[in-house]
């Protein structure tokens, strides 16, 4: 009997397969799980900002994009806040880099505001279509150009 393959043997089982994959899957974690708390600081200082940006469109004395729901009022900030975190993370070129500083701030408040801009009197969960787009005003119930009579 070879001692060599006395551990070969063993190794079949099932129970030994999974001990050898967890070190590598645990390396990871340990790096990823870094990256992951700078990513949600981000999105606390972010969600902070965006909040306070979307509380004026909750005030009945909003003109354009009034947020008349709780539950738009969470699903936009929620929205918004990971769309500014993925815009930021396209700026930067390492995770480490990702500060809330204040120019990153002022972006994301003109950022929110330009896009509840697109919105009418009252927010709808989708925007209407923009005017430049399909060459005029339209109702958002259209999906298609009026047809133009041929004869």
Do not use: W
Not at 10 to 29: E, F, I, L, M, W
Not at 52 to 59: C, D, E, T
Request: glycine content about 6%.
């Amino acid at each position: 009997m070879d001692p060599k393959r006395a551990p070969s043997a063993g190794s079949s089982s099932s129970a030994a397969a999974p001990a050898r994959v967890r070190p590598t899957t645990a390396a990871a974690d340990t790096s990823s799980e870094g990256v992951k708390k700078i990513k949600d600081k981000f999105l606390v200082h972010m969600s902070a900002v965006v909040v306070s940006v979307l509380n004026n469109y909750l005030k009945p004395t909003c003109k354009q994009g009034r947020i008349t729901s709780t539950d738009d009022f969470k699903h936009l900030a929620k929205k918004l806040t990971h769309h500014v975190l993925l815009k930021e993370l396209r700026n930067v070129k390492k995770v480490e880099e990702l500060l809330p500083s204040e120019p990153v701030k002022h972006k994301a408040r003109y950022y929110v505001r330009k896009y509840m801009s697109r919105y009418g009197e009252v927010y709808g969960q989708e925007p209407l279509p923009d005017e430049a787009e399909f060459g005029g005003a339209r109702t958002a119930g259209s999906a298609e150009p009026p047809a133009e009579d041929a004869a």
